[in-house]
């Protein structure tokens, strides 16, 4: 016994010792060490309902809202439709405090009926954007009584997981690597960087756009090539109205390694943009033959309804 009190005595004196040679290292007399503890897990609160539309065509309310790891960010919808006909329900735009993002929704529901669906927000794109609490997910419900004719009605809707006096904007702040690559009247698009997707094996560019019209336009890429060499990531983009997005123009890595390419200095493209509405009405239309010329090119069709055509050149 008396051997280990001489034991923890030494000890002592060698950290009094440390402490008079480095006394900003070692924490004041105030400082107190919280004993270790294991952790606790909270249990997730879920929210309360919140019924976002009620018309004559359908009645919409949202029961839960949560983060899945596979799905992105999930609304639980019960859609009932209040009409005497069959409708088919959808979600044509979702945007996340201003920030666009793609979303899948689709319901199928006899008169009378109900259905009770996920509304699936892809968010994944968002990560590390800084973007940071979901207060304000609008939506745009639209009507159809057939998936290839046009709506009979469109809703848009904001869910607030905070409440809408919690409700907020995202601003993004310009960064010293930011290149702007497009600026017009409809748009104006970054490239903020390169990056690697490691989960996917693809090398990316990483984009932010913003839509300055009063339209939902697409944007596309085309006539790509990296280091000169041309290597097509068949890129097409939707944002809506006013708001912005952040997106990836991506390379598989085992494309760039066939192409002989190890290093990404230079990538020159096309980048076109089109009013949506336009250009979905076009191509649902439009005849195949007329696409193609009698020498088996392409025509200037898609080319004559865009709203803009610009070549750009980013080098990292």
Known sequence: MKKILAVLLAL????AFAACGNKGDIPSDETTVSETTEPQTTERVKPEPVKLIDDEYLSLTINDAYNDEDLGYVLKAVVENKSEEEYFYSIDSCSINGVSVDVFFYAEVKPGKKAVEKIEINDFVL?????????????????QKDILEDAVASRTVHYYPQ?????????????????????NAYITLTAIGMDHDDEFESTELCLYLVNKSDKDLSIDASA???????????????VAAGKVKFSVLSWEDY?????????????EME??????TDYLDILNNIDLEDLFSEDGDVTDILTDMSLFNQSVVYEP
């Open 127 to 143: 990560e590390g954007t800084g973007i940071g609490e979901y207060t304000d997910i609008e939506m745009e419900i639209t009507v």
């Open 255 to 267: 494309e760039l390694e066939e192409k002989e390419i190890e290093t990404i200095e230079k990538v």
């Open 224 to 238: 790509v090539s990296v280091n000169d060499v041309m290597i097509d990531p068949y890129y097409t983009e939707t």
């Open 163 to 183: 409440g809408a006096d919690k409700a907020s904007k995202f601003v993004r702040q310009p960064a010293d690597t930011d290149k702007i690559l497009v600026d």
């Open 271 to 276: 980048i076109s943009g089109y009013g949506e």
């Open 12 to 15: 002592c004196m060698l950290v």
